[in-house]
C-alpha cells in the first residue's frame, strides 16, 4: 500500500516526513500557533506528537495528516481526523482538528484541508459524524468550524478536564457535523 496521499487545490494532506519534525517544531514553539492551549510545546514533545500521529495513520487509516503547500512543497502544519480523548464527555467520537504555522494562516487553508479530511471521514472511512472542539475565546478555529457547516449547541460546552480551574482557556465548546446534514 502505497503512503497516504490526499490532494485539494492548493494542499497534500500526507503521510508524516522525517523532514517535518523541524518545521512542526518551531510552529509548536510559536507563541501566536499556541495562544489557546495550556503551554509551548519542546522539541521533544513535538516529535512524539509526529510519531503518535504517524502510529495513528498505519494503525486506522486516518490521523491529523502533515500538510503541503502544492504550490511551494512547503510543510505548513497539520489538519486530519483523530479519535477523540476517552475521557472527554462526548467520546467516542472522531475529531477533525488544524494547526498551521502562523504565515500560512488568512489563505483559506485550514478551511480547504479541513473540508477534505471531513469527506474523507464521510467517504471512505465510512464515519456517520465528525465533532471539533475548541477554548471558546478561539475565535479563528471556531471560525473554521462553521466554514465547514459544523453546528454549535451551547448546551455541549464543557470544560476540558486537562486544564486547570480558573484558567481562561478551561471552557471549550463543541461543534458537531452529521453526514446526513450533508447536501447531497
Ligand atoms: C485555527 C487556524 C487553523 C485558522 O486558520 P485560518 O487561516 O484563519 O483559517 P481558514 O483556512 O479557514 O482561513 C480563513 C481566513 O482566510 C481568509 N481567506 C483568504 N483567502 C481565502 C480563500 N481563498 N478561501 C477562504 N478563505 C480565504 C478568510 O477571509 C479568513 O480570514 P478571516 O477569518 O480573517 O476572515 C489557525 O489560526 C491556527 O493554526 N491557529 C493555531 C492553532 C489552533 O488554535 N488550532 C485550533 C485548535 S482547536
Known amino acids: 500500500m502505497g503512503e497516504f496521499r490526499l490532494?485539494?487545490?492548493?494542499?497534500?494532506?500526507?503521510?508524516?516526513?522525517?523532514?517535518?519534525?523541524?518545521?512542526?517544531?518551531?510552529?509548536?514553539?510559536?507563541?501566536?500557533?499556541?495562544?489557546?492551549?495550556?503551554?509551548?510545546?519542546?522539541?521533544?514533545?513535538?516529535?512524539?506528537?509526529?510519531?503518535?500521529?504517524?502510529?495513528?495513520?498505519?494503525?486506522?487509516?486516518?490521523?491529523?495528516?502533515?500538510?503541503?503547500?502544492?504550490?511551494?512543497?512547503a510543510f505548513i502544519g497539520f489538519v486530519g481526523l483523530h479519535a477523540v480523548s476517552a475521557y472527554l464527555p462526548f467520546a467516542p467520537a472522531t475529531e477533525v482538528g488544524w494547526r498551521l504555522a502562523r504565515p500560512y494562516w488568512g489563505r483559506g487553508y485550514a478551511s480547504e484541508a479541513a473540508a477534505?479530511?471531513?469527506?474523507?471521514?464521510?467517504?471512505?472511512?465510512d464515519l456517520d459524524k465528525v465533532v471539533s472542539f475548541t477554548s471558546v475565546l478561539n475565535l479563528r478555529s471556531r471560525r473554521v468550524m462553521e466554514r465547514l457547516g459544523m453546528s454549535y449547541d451551547q448546551a455541549d460546552d464543557f470544560d476540558h478536564p486537562n486544564i486547570a480551574k480558573g484558567n481562561p482557556l478551561r471552557p471549550h465548546v463543541l461543534y458537531s457535523l452529521s453526514r446526513d446534514d450533508q447536501s447531497p
Open 7 to 73: 490532494e485539494t487545490a492548493r494542499l497534500a494532506l500526507r503521510a508524516w516526513r522525517e523532514a517535518d519534525r523541524a518545521p512542526f517544531a518551531a510552529m509548536n514553539a510559536d507563541p501566536a500557533v499556541m495562544e489557546f492551549f495550556p503551554g509551548l510545546m519542546s522539541t521533544a514533545e513535538s516529535d512524539a506528537l509526529v510519531d503518535r500521529f504517524q502510529a495513528e495513520l498505519d494503525e486506522s487509516g486516518r490521523c491529523p495528516w502533515a500538510v503541503e503547500e502544492l504550490s511551494t512543497d
Open 116 to 125: 477534505a479530511a471531513v469527506q474523507f471521514g464521510f467517504g471512505p472511512l
